[in-house]
């Protein structure tokens, strides 16, 4: 089982990135996938969450209109695309897998770094 994300950089305040995950191993399309970041000194947060078949989506309220989750059930891969960053956006971003249904992620990414500059 493999979770890969990327994507992650450098970006000025107010400017965009989209992550990717490439996920392997599982059945892909059984499990509803979540995006968390944390960053140095706090909490490892969920930000967004889409179900297993795409249809519904769940966001953190401080990244609600700014980030969207989506998924490629095809390819194997779910997004988060980030509009309007800011600093509080730094962190290391890890894509995560749960079985539908479930309240367990039982698959984890490596983590990829987010860090937006003022």
């Known amino acids: 089982v493999q979770l890969q994300a990327s994507g992650g950089g450098l970006v000025q305040a107010g400017g965009s990135l989209t992550l990717s995950c490439a996920a392997s191993?599982?059945?892909?399309?059984?499990?509803?996938m979540g995006w968390f970041r944390q960053a140095p000194g706090k909490e490892r947060e969920r930000v967004g969450l889409?179900?297993?078949?795409?249809?519904?989506?769940y966001y953190l309220d401080s990244v609600k209109g700014r980030f969207t989750i989506s998924r490629d059930n095809a390819k194997n891969m779910v997004y988060l695309q980030m509009n309007s960053l800011n600093k509080e956006d730094t962190a290391t971003y890890y894509c995560a897998a749960r079985l539908r249904g479930g309240s367990l992620y039982v698959y984890w990414g490596q983590g990829t770094l987010v860090t937006v500059s003022s």
């Open positions: 191993g599982f059945t892909f399309n059984n499990y509803d």
């Open positions: 889409i179900i297993w078949s795409g249809t519904n989506t």
